[in-house]
């Protein structure tokens, strides 16, 4: 996730720091690896040459940058065909991944003039979620003895990036309004006047429109997409209209296919469907049914599922890296790990989310509002849990939050409900951070609320908060004790998590036309 330019970071360091809120990090000895700094920084020939010129936050990014680079260099040189199935799949999501990582450190470097510190973590933490899922391949194949070995993790390149990440927030704070400001004045140009009504009016003008009956452009959505690449202008909205009916296949939006906007005839009507799993050779990462990396992207009156069902364990139906997405009026069925909510800042807006374990999980920072969340049936002997938040550094600005929504048991839970515990989630990573807010939480919530990883795994260090919800699970009288937790009592700390603070909504949402609740209700 490019060239270096210095001339871009110290642009970069100008607009970056600001004003500066409390103490910045100015030295190896203050970040939270100060070895893997002290060796990056005094062992390449031209990280010194740059001393003399650069800060030391530019200096460590360019660092970190350059690294990033070398690693991917040296991993696409490897003969993937001496590669066993199972590593060749692990391999190829880490090539991807550390693709995307340079193409988020390019954006630092290289576009700080409509950049916000926001902008800026959002960034950093989707570059050490790549990282993690990564890893996260070749753990799920039980192939963690490659590990110490791979160009991807004996590098230092996680360490690298939680640097950064500390650098950047601890010495950079925007001026006040700088961050709506500078973020309206960049990303959110993607949308004219006429494209704010796009989500609301019941016509649409459609670029290209997708009909298995062949009435319209293509017959599948991946033929509609592959031409959309050389049909788009610029950076104007290309919209792709789906008829209905059933997309037996697996969509792919790349990181080069910003701006598109899929529109289907509504819920169970327009419906993309798939079955790879982790059980038949795909990585978590690999099995989404539909999955886009693509800035900006937008869903309407759609439904992604993937039906290969509890028995299969991790097999996603949606995955989205894409910053500033939105998904309106759409539903995600699965079982266990039905919505990939990957990285980046994603909004989510009367959806249904149908699942079992984990269902609703990743390190992006995204917002659930006004949504039905259904609990399906699982397995003999398993135990239901909404979500998984994947925030393996303190300083990522990443987590889950769930407003105004409701958790209640599917149809096919409903009967034999009291077989089977459900809980609103469960610590993924050390730092895990979830939120459920204003919320109506049925019957089928255990009174604990919350289930352990693995014995005291991130008990001390995970957030998990929850707000004025109602129902009868939402009485926290018997919940959990972990020092993590907590009954939040504060509408100030509440509304860290609302779509206004947490998402920064207010400066790009409206531009969308989807409706919103900028803060609690």
Known sequence: MGKLVVGFLCVYLVLLLG????????????????????SLLNSDPLVAQAKTRLGFGQLNLQATKDRVQRVQQLASSVNMGSLDALSRAA?????????????????????????????AQTWLSAAIANQQTCRNGFLEFNLASQLPSLPFTSNNVSEQLSNSLAITKAGAAPRPGSARRLLSRGFPNWVSAADRKLLQSSTVNADLVVAKDGSGNHKTISEAVAAAVNLRNGTKRFVIYVKGGVYSENVDITKSMKNLMFVGDGIDKTIV??????????TTFRSATFATVGDGFIARDMTFENTAGPQKHQAVALRSG???????????????????VHSQRQFYRECDIYGTVDFIFGDSVTVLQNCNIYVRRPMSNQKNTV???GRTDPNENTGISIHNSKVTAASDLKPVQGSFKTYLGRPWKQYSRTVFMQ???????DPAGWLEWSGNFALSTLYY????????????????????????TSASEAGRFTVGSFLSGDSWIPATGVPFTSGLI
Not at 472 to 487: L, N, Q
Request: with cysteine.
């Open 19 to 38: 004003v500066v809120s409390g103490d910045p990090i100015t030295s190896c000895s203050q970040t939270p690896h100060p070895q893997v700094c002290y």
């Open 91 to 119: 391999w190829a999501d880490c090539l991807e991944l550390f693709q995307t990582t340079l193409g988020h450190l390019d954006r630092l470097t290289g576009s700080a003039s409509t950049m916000s510190t926001d902008d």
């Open 273 to 282: 469907t798939g079955s790879r799993n982790v059980q038949d050779g795909s």
């Open 322 to 340: 894409s910053d500033l997405s939105v998904f309106y009026r759409c539903s995600f069925k699965g079982y266990q790990d039905t919505l990939y």
């Open 387 to 389: 979500t998984a938040q």
């Open 439 to 445: 919320s109506n939480l049925d019957g089928l919530i």
């Open 465 to 488: 908060g929850e707000y004025q919800n109602t129902g009868a699970g939402g009485d926290t009288s018997s919940r959990v004790s972990w020092p993590g937790y907590r009954v939040i």
